[in-house]
């Protein structure tokens, strides 16, 4: 495998798109070898056929906003890969959002998705509608709007999304509630369902709980734990909230979450009331944590700035893709950080990815740390093909088992010479050799 000439192929016919060609490139970088060790790959046309989407749907979303007023935004549903099962992925509204997020995503989703050991294929979709300042039924509008724009490529076995950035339970529900009424079935193509129509157990807390069971595998390979470590966390969504709370359950204190506007560092530890006082900030819609330092005096908020500054030993980046560059990474390794485990998706810049690695400070990428999210929508639709409603003391042990699981297949494939474990590309190489075996398997399609 050339990997610059398939790269200056990719860019030449896809120019501009930064975050999946970056996304691309570390994964080529890490599998050339195993690549190049099998031949069959290199003649059916493998890594070609790997990078780009099965298929885009795009479309345009039209709604009214509560003053009456028609609004535009555009809608995307990315299906990457289905060769070892239905299209699975989130559903992302940020203002930010364009196609070339959206194919690194999905891009990433397949081989995360493949990790799980679970059989889901690899999509994401989204909109660059921003959910920031809108009313409930400005929401719903929009949920039901982009659902009539995808809703024929939607179905429990061929393409089942769920949440994101933007989109939690309430967004879920809305556009599984719109689907259901335009396909008039329940099969629960969706999943992040409310826990009354559909909805597994431990699905809101899973993208969390899992990163830190990854975490703690992590640390035992290094005869290590977290209890008493400090933790910086990034963000202050979903992950952020389920991570906050594992961390902090198993002994560890989180100093510091974040948000567009800045960063807060509670030197007490983010827990108790704190934790639920995250979901608080989230729903008020203004996307800000500023208030946090308000209602807890014993915290400082420090606007526009982000939370590597702070000296931890631990560094979890909750937020969004390349939330942490390369002098964050320095910062973070000259105050002497233990381990660094991306929960956000692709939350590292290759400088920043480099400078770990180059330390050997212990680095895990998101498509092995973040996969207990999916992994938990995966137990959903089993539930759900089954009909039945699993406990939560299940579906908790499963998701420990997958992450345990996940963690053995990095180190199996990351080892290096000298005992250290390049979890990226012990992931990538993990992930990409189930992939690759799965469309071998299919033919040339
Ligand atoms: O990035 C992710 O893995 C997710 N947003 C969750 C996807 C899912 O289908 O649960």
């Given at each position: 495998m050339d990997i610059n000439s398939i790269l200056n192929s990719l860019e030449a016919k896809h120019p501009g798109e930064k975050e999946y060609l970056q996304a691309v490139k570390e994964v080529l970088i890490c599998v050339e070898d195993v690549y190049n060790s099998h031949p069959e790959f290199e003649k059916a046309k493998i890594i070609e056929r790997m990078v780009e989407p099965d298929r885009i749907v795009t479309f345009r979303v039209t709604w009214v906003d509560d003053r009456g007023e028609v609004q535009n935004n555009i809608g995307y549903r990315v299906q990457f890969n289905n060769a070892i099962g239905p299209y699975k992925g989130g559903i992302r509204f940020h203002a930010s959002v364009n196609l070339s997020i959206?194919?690194?995503?999905?891009?990433?989703?397949?081989?995360?998705?493949?990790?799980?050991?679970?059989?889901?294929?690899?999509?994401?979709?989204?909109?660059?509608?921003?959910?920031?300042?809108?009313?409930?039924?400005?929401?719903?509008?929009?949920?039901?709007?982009?659902?009539?724009?995808?809703?024929?490529?939607?179905?429990?076995?061929?393409?089942?999304?769920?949440?994101?950035?933007?989109?939690?339970?309430?967004?879920?529900?809305?556009?599984?509630?719109?689907?259901?009424?335009?396909?008039?079935?329940?099969?629960?193509?969706?999943?992040?369902?409310?826990?009354?129509?559909?909805?597994?157990?431990?699905?809101?807390?899973?993208?969390?709980?899992?990163?830190?069971y990854f975490v703690q595998s992590m640390l035992a390979e290094k005869n290590d734990s977290i209890e008493g470590k400090t933790v910086a966390v990034s963000g202050f969504g979903n992950v952020a909230w389920g991570a906050t709370l594992k961390?902090?359950?198993?002994?560890?204190?989180?100093?510091?979450?974040?948000?567009?506007?800045?960063?807060?560092?509670?030197?007490?530890?983010?827990?108790?009331?704190?934790?639920?006082?995250?979901?608080?900030?989230?729903?008020?819609?203004?996307?800000?944590?500023?208030?946090?330092?308000?209602r807890f005096p014993e915290a400082t908020f420090y606007p526009g700035r982000k939370p590597w500054e702070q000296k931890v030993d631990i560094a979890l980046p909750c937020a969004t893709q390349n939330e942490l560059d390369g002098d964050d990474a320095k910062t973070l390794v000259e105050n002497g950080v233990e381990l660094v485990a991306e929960v956000s998706n692709m939350g590292c810049t290759p400088e920043a990815i480099d400078t770990f690695i180059n330390s050997r400070t212990t680095y895990a990428p998101g498509k092995a740390v973040n996969a207990g999210g999916v992994a938990t929508s995966g137990l959903e639709m089993s539930q759900n093909a089954e009909h039945l409603q699993w406990s939560a003391e299940e579906v908790d042990a499963r998701l420990h088992e997958i992450m345990r699981n996940i963690h053995t297949q990095c180190v199996a494939h990351g080892t290096e010479p000298d005992g250290f474990i390049n979890y990226m590309k012990g992931a990538n190489i993990a992930g990409f050799m189930k992939v690759a075996d799965a469309m071998m398997g299919q033919g040339i399609i």
């Open positions: 959206l194919k690194f995503l999905g891009f990433e989703q397949t081989f995360k998705n493949a990790l799980t050991t679970l059989p889901m294929g690899g999509a994401k979709g989204g909109s660059d509608f921003s959910p920031r300042g809108k009313s409930d039924a400005e929401i719903m509008r929009f949920c039901q709007a982009f659902i009539l724009g995808l809703w024929k490529n939607l179905g429990p076995d061929r393409d089942v999304p769920a949440g994101d950035i933007g989109v939690g339970g309430r967004e879920v529900g809305y556009m599984y509630g719109m689907y259901k009424k335009l396909v008039n079935e329940c099969t629960g193509t969706f999943t992040g369902k409310g826990l009354s129509f559909g909805g597994s157990l431990v699905r809101p807390e899973a993208t969390g709980f899992g990163a830190l961390a902090t359950q198993l002994g560890a204190k989180v100093v510091t979450i974040s948000g567009p506007d800045g960063y807060i560092y509670d030197p007490e530890g983010v827990s108790g009331e704190k934790i639920d006082y995250l979901l608080y900030l989230r729903a008020t819609g203004e996307d800000i944590v500023a208030p946090y330092a308000e």
